[in-house]
């Protein structure tokens, strides 16, 4: 059995300039219309790339986040491969929350901001938006969970995520056995490649 983890394309989020400085309220908007964000000409170049060594591999399965970025990659590998998309809704980017205890009217680098809302992410309480780790490495697990079952010794399955999703996962996998991660890449259209043990 043999799993290829691959991140999406560029996205114009991706894209975005890190400098830029930006307020909480944008942040806030900037993260509820992440979902959204398509590709760029780059991401889809990097996504047709990837859908021709993807076919070299023969793949039984192709499951995809239902974010935009995500299944758009995977629709270019789907035309490639022939292959039905299934799409996961737990299979979606862990997002940064709005960092708490900064002042409204604070302007930051698009990069700080980033950075704080994971942070922010580490500290136990309830976000008023987004999911904590603790509660996003429960959904690793079940989107993880829900694709083995359907799942034999045969299967070449190729799963489209977030750079976030994949990390996780193999995290998840390293630490719990019965897999052999033989490469990992998070970079745009990377390839993270496992093997059943």
Partial sequence: MRVYLIRHGQSEENA???KRLIGLEDFRQLLEHAQHSPLTAL??????????????????HLYSSP???AFDTA??????????????????????????LMRRERHRALRTMYIRGYLSQLIPHRPLWGETWWV?????IKAWN????????????????????IWMTLRYLQRHGGWRIIRRSTDNTGISELESI
């Fill in 16 to 18: 975005a300039d890190l």
């Fill in 146 to 165: 829900t694709m083995l079952e359907q799942w034999s010794p045969s299967t070449r399955a190729v799963v489209v995520a977030h750079r976030a999703f």
């Fill in 43 to 60: 991401g889809r170049e990097q996504a047709a790339t990837v859908a021709e060594e993807i076919a070299a591999f023969k793949p039984t």
């Fill in 75 to 100: 629709q270019i590998i789907a035309a490639r491969v022939g292959l039905p998309i299934q799409t996961i809704n737990e299979l979606h980017e862990i997002s940064a929350i709005v960092p708490f």
């Fill in 136 to 140: 996003a490495q429960r959904r690793v």
């Fill in 67 to 69: 974010y935009i970025r």
